[in-house]
């Protein structure tokens, strides 16, 4: 899977942040210490999505007045910057990219020290947009080597089901599909619905994290 075909699947800007947000209080209530999706609604004056794998892999959504940004970095994809010393962008990447986004794409957070930007695929989207866009002129590796974008193919419609099945290979638990769904859609949290996620987490110990990601809670 490449980015092209991933930018044809992802949904728009609101449902999108919608999406993160869940996964990142899917997480939260699981409670790893090192939680593989987070979310912060004070990424300076935006907000961020992020993704971490611990072993070099991630990506990044920013949720920006103007739109949204996504930087993916598959760190054994032929197209990593540190495929050569030079560490330049696989060419065409930032292709066509909204002059808006140059301050995601220099974003410090999100390079490494000499200032490269760490991606191996990169997508966009205005606020008035009706799709998502990618460097139009990319040619891939003859050998198919991945982008990484498929790291962002939980975001799809099917969330549900890949969160069940992430969760089934990552942390080894069996978890509800509907208590899933319960959080995708953003129902208000309730103890019950905790508990079924893990039954050592109560509703009160979350909501600090809840409010910071901006998820709704049970009236009380």
């Known amino acids: 899977m490449n980015v092209y075909q ?3 699947g992802l949904p ?7 999406r993160c947000k869940a996964l990142a209080v899917l997480e939260r209530i699981i409670g ?3 939680p593989y999706y987070t979310y912060t609604c004070a990424w300076g004056e935006d907000e961020a999505a992020l993704m971490s794998n611990g072993s070099g892999d991630e ?4 949720f920006t007045a103007d739109g949204a940004f996504i930087r993916v970095f598959d760190h054994e994809s032929e197209m990593s910057p540190y495929r050569d010393e030079d560490r330049e962008l696989w060419p065409g990447l930032l292709d066509g990219l909204p002059t808006v986004f140059r301050p995601q794409a220099e974003e410090p957070a999100s390079s490494d020290e000499p200032g490269q930007l760490m991606a191996t695929a990169v997508l966009w989207r205005l606020a008035g947009d009706d799709r998502w866009h990618a460097g139009e002129t990319i040619t891939f590796p003859a050998d198919d ?3 990484g974008s498929g790291m962002l193919t939980i975001l799809l419609d099917d969330i549900v089901d890949r969160y069940v099945e992430f969760a089934g290979y990552y942390y080894e638990i069996g978890v509800d599909p509907a208590i899933v769904e319960h959080v995708v859609a953003h129902r208000p949290l309730t103890d019950a619905v905790v508990r079924a996620l893990n039954p050592a987490t109560a509703l009160a110990g979350l909501q600090r994290d809840l409010a910071a990601i901006g998820y709704p809670m049970a009236a009380r």
Do not use: K, M
Request: proline share 0%.
């Open 32 to 34: 790893s210490s090192f």
């Open 59 to 62: 990506w990044a959504v920013v």
């Open 12 to 18: 728009a800007i609101d449902l999108l942040r919608r």
């Open 145 to 147: 080597t991945t982008d």
């Open 6 to 8: 991933v930018a044809a």
